[in-house]
């Protein structure tokens, strides 16, 4: 339990399936990962206004509101990107007590890190979204640059280039980003949220 | 920025605003903030009830949720107790901007803490509730049997008792905990949120 031995609690009165059945959905984390320029913070953002146009409380933490706040902390050695997995994790964990449907976007290379989010919440709350793609297209998309900065030196260590980038080997959902669109993207994961009764069907 | 000067990210196509216009309610953080024993905890999960009853999406952080989870590794030296306020400030700060009313429940003992977490809010999302109540009364309560702790000896160091407790000069609301009940603490909070239309008055 941590270094506080002496916190003790009340009990909170409202109940995270009280606030699922006033949402009128289940709480889940839309876990995106794969290589920069995958498609994963735009396939994202398409989702979090498709959810929101379908009633759906949803919330989506990203480079922008995470690195630059909660964890400006911290850097990019491997201890370093396990606890910014880890924060992630958690705060992921307390939006979906909290009812939400979070969507999260980052590359959280390492399988270790991601199958102890997905232990950390509650069953069935942790959706493992791949979006595979080669690191050659990647490379071609480069939308951020970045790939032109590390051959030119200006980054020395980029996941998927000289950092390990370890693709999930169960994800319950693959999107194959060099075939599929944005739209068809986001609508296999709306499918897999209705299928399994996430989001209710009636709504869409 | 911090220390990831190579982030860059897609801004969310749903806004704060809008979440609030779905909600019938403005986002706000209430920190509540006072002496162990002081009323906190009691008096923020029954205000929890109170918004979750009037329709509010609200969420509670505490030392279970926080502590146990996100702040586990963090313990009680000055610095972490800082870090700790910060990255609960983070957190409020990402449920603000996800629609949440947020209340949160913990000592802060620092005022520098909590004007830092004001002034990382958005104008006028917090809202600083003082559960005011004198040391003696506090240790009479001793709900958690911790202020014993300390005189026996068990507990080093204890806010209030050997370590500072620095009281609000301007909160938004201060409850006599002394002389208010639990009930009349809890019409206090809402009958400011409404003053103040946070929350929508015609939903009461």
Redesign the interface.
Known sequence: ????K?????????TKS??QQ?NQHKSAVIWFTGLSGSGK??I???L??AL?AQ?V????????????????????SPEDRK?NIR?IG??S???A????VTVTAFISPYKADRDAVRHLLDEADFIEVYTACSLTECEVRDP?G?YQ?VRSGE?AEFTGVNAPYEAPTEPEIILDTETLTVEASVSKILDYLQKHQYINTAQV
């Not at 007590?97 to 939400?100: K, S």
């Open positions: 339990m941590g270094k506080s002496h916190i003790t609690w009340h009990a909170s009165e409202v009280e606030r006033r913070s735009t994202s953002v398409a979090e206004k929101f009633q409380h949803t919330y989506r933490l990203d480079g922008d509101n995470v690195r630059h706040g909660l964890n400006q902390n911290l850097g990019f606890e924060r958690e705060v964990k307390l939006m007590d909290a009812g939400l951020k970045l900065k980054i």
